[in-house]
């Protein structure tokens, strides 16, 4: 599975982003699809995910700023980010599970600057 982010860039606080990812290869019915960010000299955290039924799961910091969708026939999940704070700054990296072989793919990762 090869995952491709695009998106990512230099913001002001409070201004938008959307984040695209697509996914290629091998990609299976029942998976998990998502975004995950990691700031300078902090682990990677969980931003949003959103399994192949739709159900979505959203870190209490991006709740009621962001929103994540996928389109399953495109292969593609996107992340809508709203109102961006400068503790969004990070990079964002795409993530896939194939839930039956228990295994994780990272995107290569985008970089979101959210900057006055």
């Known amino acids: 599975v090869h995952l491709v982010e695009s998106g990512g860039g230099l913001v002001q606080p409070g201004e938008s982003l959307r984040l695209s990812c697509v996914a290629s290869g091998s990609i299976f019915r029942i998976n998990v699809m998502g975004w995950y960010r990691q700031a300078p000299g902090k682990q990677r955290d969980l931003v949003a995910t959103?399994?192949?039924?739709?159900?979505?799961n959203y870190a209490d910091s991006v709740k009621d700023r962001f929103t994540i969708s996928r389109d399953n026939a495109k292969r593609t999940v996107d992340l809508q980010m709203n109102s961006l704070k400068v503790d969004d700054t990070a990079v964002y990296y795409c993530?896939?599970?194939?839930?039956?072989?228990?295994?994780?793919?990272w995107g290569q990762g985008t970089q979101v600057t959210v900057s006055s």
């Open positions: 959103i399994n192949s039924g739709g159900s979505t």
């Open positions: 993530y896939y599970r194939d839930v039956v072989a228990r295994t994780n793919y």
